[in-house]
T-cell receptor
């Protein structure tokens, strides 16, 4: 079975540019999570969806961040405009209700 | 909200020695507990999970963890460390759908 697929694996961009990260969850999973990992703050939950509906976006740092899940097999996390402090590894994870999280390999973002 | 404490951000063991990674949580009721492993430049991979069945949980790669309610602990152990065990290990507590992760323990295995 294919796991959670994220793209791109690495992204280097300049401050002010738009960044779009993509995620394909495991087929059949009804929850999708976006996390951010940094050395300083560890793993932070940004937002999660249930059946494609955003449930809790309280972890989204500011209005520059947005996430969508147009269908059960695709989600995006967009940062516009990007800033150097957004540099981090962004993980997508999916799950069945009450199950464990299955993580993708992450998208490493560097904003210069 | 839950909190998870992992004692020791860095642990070094010799190859073949016992691995013990500590995790304490704050819940007053039996939670769902997890250990994840993260290898360099990879995502988190589930090692094992406790869901109120047996208190001793066996996971992949020879790891196991014991749930101790009286100590609110869920320590991870492996009898004999292997070089391939070098990684970052995260303890997590779930109050579905919220997951609370510890800050991680980096395991170094010395040949």
């Amino acid at each position: 079975d294919a796991g959670v697929i994220q793209s791109p694996r690495h992204e280097v961009t300049e401050m002010g540019q738009e960044v779009t990260l993509r995620c394909k969850p495991i087929s059949g999973h009804d929850y999708l999570f976006w996390y951010r990992q940094t050395m300083m703050r560890g793993l932070e939950l940004l937002i999660y969806f249930n059946n494609n509906v955003p449930i809790d976006d309280s972890g989204m740092p500011e209005d520059r961040f947005s996430a969508k899940m147009p269908n059960a097999s695709f989600s995006t996390l967009k940062i516009q405009p990007s800033e150097p402090r957004d540099s981090a590894v962004y993980f997508c994870a999916s799950s069945f209700s009450t199950g464990e999280l299955f993580f993708g390999e992450g998208s490493r973002l560097t904003v210069l | 909200a839950q909190s998870v404490t992992q004692l020791g951000s860095h642990v070094s063991v010799s190859e073949g020695a016992l691995v013990l990674l500590r995790c304490n949580y704050s819940s007053s009721v039996p939670p769902y507990l997890f250990w994840y492993v993260q290898y360099p430049n990879q995502g988190l991979q589930l090692l094992l999970k406790y869901t109120s069945a047996a208190t001793l949980v066996k996971g992949i790669n020879g790891f196991e963890a014991e749930f101790k309610k009286s100590e609110t602990s869920f320590h991870l152990t492996k009898p004999s460390a292997h070089m391939s065990d070098a990684a970052e290990y995260f303890c997590a507590v779930s109050e579905w759908p919220q997951f609370y992760f510890g800050t991680g323990t980096s395991l170094t295995v010395i040949p």
